[in-house]
Each structure stands twice: as C-alpha cells, then as structure tokens.
C-alpha cells in the first residue's frame, strides 16, 4: 500500500470529517465501519440524538466546505432556560452578542452529510459491516470481522488513524505498544434519551431557542429542539442509590419521579414510561491518554483520544478540531508522519485533557449550581467584566464556546479568571460594584 493511501477506522462523526480533509490534501482514504450504512438502514439509536455545535465544529465544517449544507438543519439556541421545581422558568444567556448562540443538530442527519461529502471527493471508500478486532503495528496489519458474513479478514496499512469512539480498539494497542498514560474515569451518571413531542397542532412545547435545564442537585433533566418540533431529552442520573437508573425500574417509579421533579414537562411527554423502561441507559466516563500516536504509523482522533462527559457539549466539537489540528500539521510536515503525528500529541493532548475536566465541572454546575444565588452572582460579575474589558475577560463559558483559544489555555485562564471574581467579591459581597483599580492592575499581573 502506498504513502498515499491512508487507513480511518469508524465513519462517525470525526471520520468522514478527517477523510474530507485528507482528500482536499490528495490523499485517498479507505475508511471502515463495523456498522451498516444509516443512508440505507435505519440503524437503532440508544445515543443522543442531537448535539450541539459550537465554534469549532462550525470552523471545521467551514473549512471543509460542508457548512453550507448544514447551517439550514441547525436551530439556534440562545441560552440556557432553567426550569425551576414549580415551573418557572428563566433565561440565561450563553453570551452577550447575537451572534454568540449554540445551535442544535441531528447527530444521524450530520453523520450522513459528512459521509456523502467525504465520498463525494472522489478519494474515499467507506467499507461497512467492517469491525476492527485486532492491530499488529509491528506488522503493520488490521484484522477486521466482515458482519454480514462472520468472516476475519486482514489489511495491509501504511497509516492508520482511528477514529472508532470511545472504546476505540486501535487506542488499546497504541496503549499496550507505547505504555502510554490510559486512564478511564467512570462519572458514576448515566443518561437515558426520552422525547417531549410537539403540540396538537404540530407545534414545539417549549421555547424552541433554548436549551432547557431541570437542575436537581444530584441529577437533571435537559432538553435540546429538533427541526421536526420535538425535543431530545437527556435526562441524567446516578447509576445507583436512591434516585438513579437502578432504583427507578417501574412505570409508576418513572412517572412519580417526573411528577415530582419535572411536573412541567410530563404533559408533552406521552410516550415518557414506554421510553424510559425500553430505551438503553448510557455510560459516561472520561478518558485520558498520552500520547495519541505511534511513531509514524497511527494516531487517535476524537472520542477515542478523548471521550469526554457531554456536559460542555464539546465532544463532536472537539474531535472535530482535532481533524483540524491534524489537517493543519500535515500542511506543515508534507510526507513526514513520524513528526506530523508527534507534534500532534505534543500540542495537542493537553487540550483534550483540558476539555475533559472541563467537562466534568460543568456537569456541576449544571445539575447543581445553575440556580444557585452564588453563581448567579458570580456569572453576572463575569459578563460585567466582559462588557467593561471586552479584550482582557472572556467567560469560561464564551471561550469554550464562541472562540478558538485552546482548551488547556482557557482552562488555565478561567482559573485565574476566577480568583480575580474571589477578589472582587472579597471586597463587595454583593458584587454589584467592581474595583477597577483592582482589576486593572489583576489584568496587568496575572492575565497579561
Ligand atoms: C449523551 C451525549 C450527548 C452529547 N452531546 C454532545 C453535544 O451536544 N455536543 C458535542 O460536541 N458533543 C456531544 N457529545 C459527544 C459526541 O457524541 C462525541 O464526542 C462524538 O460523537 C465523537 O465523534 P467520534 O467520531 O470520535 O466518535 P463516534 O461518533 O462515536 O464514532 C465512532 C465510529 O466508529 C465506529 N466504530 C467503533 N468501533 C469500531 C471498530 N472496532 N471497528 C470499526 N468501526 C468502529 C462506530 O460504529 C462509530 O461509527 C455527546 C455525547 C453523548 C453521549
């Protein structure tokens, strides 16, 4: 197999994506799939069924030249809308500018955009029903099972790139050759996908420009527009204890849990118990690995460099900034995969771990302190700050999401950034006045 010709395992979402850029750079790419083709079956779905798309997917889908295609299945959502225990709610802006929105997708609808585009290169073949089981980096071999007729067969590679989620099988071999760091951190919360279904006369049930919270402390129900005016809803529980995935296991458990906890809701919620006790309960966990290749010959992309916990809605965006990331250093290292790839690991890695523990504070905040009158404060510190010093205080949340900077740089920056609100609010602990003084000289010192 010649240079040319370059391996992806997995057409999710980050596969067809780094085909496409790997095609605009001449490359040819086989790609394989251990699913059927969902342009042709209908493929059962136990994940999340629309995901929310931020900067960096937006960037990439761009660049590619796919956004185009996409923009007109997205719904904007402009912030987040906090239902509270007795109904009422409330709107929390993602930011301050119009054009600072989230937007909703179908997750199946994109996936099959981005492998019609990718094929639509001319340069990639997506072989289905093709399950990796085994790498021999050494022999530079991959063993797949063919699914529609139990048979093993091997391939030859050059360079693989594994793009086959959070249970990747190419990172467990990258992992057993290189002693890489591997870690897995099991939140302990699971989700399940239930559905809220339009109006009678075929309308959305709540604010369609939102993203909808049921913060409960220790769990929360959250819910995300679709464009056919029904909402996906995740709802988020602990795996065990008293109010979790084990202990609600009967039609009447689920309803009095939605009766009590999200009574609101329940109406536009027909198929609520039926959804709950068929559809599968989710796992969620973070991993963390370093580094994300081996010599010259494979390397890891999204989910299974990093499988990250949904609670920033950054996954797909960042498994689709890695293509980027990935597709900008083989501009830069024509030919040379032993340095493309290690470059990638050495800027890169860091900024998956970053996203992944970000991911983990959020979760946090939303389920628990979203309604909090502490937050609430410090939030409205933190857009205050923003609008008086727009090039000096970025939220957490608007760097995350509306900017570029990487995500081990925002991290380090929030954390800063908040020890300055600390301060502010050391001094007027009602936050409503703010000492420039202070925080001009905080800017000078510590976020120069
Ligand atoms: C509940 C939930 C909500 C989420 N919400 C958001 C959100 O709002 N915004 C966001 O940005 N992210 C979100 N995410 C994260 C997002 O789904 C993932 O980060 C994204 O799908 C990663 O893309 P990927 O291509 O790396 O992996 P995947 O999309 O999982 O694709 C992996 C592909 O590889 C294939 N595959 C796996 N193993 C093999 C094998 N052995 N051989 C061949 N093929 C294989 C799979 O069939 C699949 O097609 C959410 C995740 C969850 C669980």
Redesign the pocket.
Known sequence: MDKKTITL???????PLMATYLAQQGFTVEI????NDMRKVKLSSG??I?????IR?IHALKEVGLYEKIAPITIPMKGRMIHDMDGKTNLQPYGQRDAEVIYSVS?AQL?KELMTFAERTGNVRIHFN????SVDLDMNTLS?MQKNNDKIIQKDFTCVMG???????LRDEIVNKTKAMYKEKPLGHG?K?LQILPSKDGRFQLDNHALHIWPRGQFMLIA?PNMDKTFTC?LFLPMTGEVSFDSIDTVEKVIELFQFHFSDVLDFMPTLSTDFLSNPT?D?ASIYCDPWHYKDKAAL????AH??V?FF???????FQDCTVMNNLIGDFRGYWGDIFSNYSELHVKNGHAIADMAIENYIEMRDHVNDPNYQKRRKLELELEKRFPDKFIPRYSMVSFHQIPYNDIYIRGEKQFALIDKLLEIDSTGESIDEMLVKNYFHEELA
């Open positions: 395992i997995g057409a999710g979402l980050a596969g394989f799939e251990r699913r994940r999340s629309n995901l929310a798309l931020s997917g997750r996936n093709h399950e990796l089981s797949f793009c086959d989620g959070s249970a990747s099988v989700y996908e995300l995740t989710g969620l992309i999204g989910d299974a499988a990250v949904p809605g950054q996954g797909m965006n960042a498994s």
